[in-house]
């Protein structure tokens, strides 16, 4: 039983993060000007697709990924 909870608990991560990315890239399309919300905007969404990426790989430990992409975006 656990292992189909943490299989839901994955989907509904990916559907979350997959919606994140549209509203985010609705926002970033508004902005016309070169800002720093819209290369925020930029970064959030490059993070949220390569956490998407490597969420499918069971053995990564994405904390600690995320961690280390996180500190190279900034």
Do not use: G, P
């Amino acid at each position: 039983m656990k292992s189909s909870s943490v299989y839901l608990d994955s989907i509904t991560i990916e559907r979350v993060l997959q919606i994140e990315i549209t509203e985010s890239k609705k926002w970033f399309d508004i902005d016309s000007d070169d800002t720093t919300y819209k290369r925020d905007l930029e970064k959030r969404i490059e993070l949220i697709n390569w956490v998407l990426e490597n969420m499918k790989n069971a053995h990564v430990q994405i904390c600690n990924l995320l961690n280390l992409k996180w500190m190279k975006l900034y």
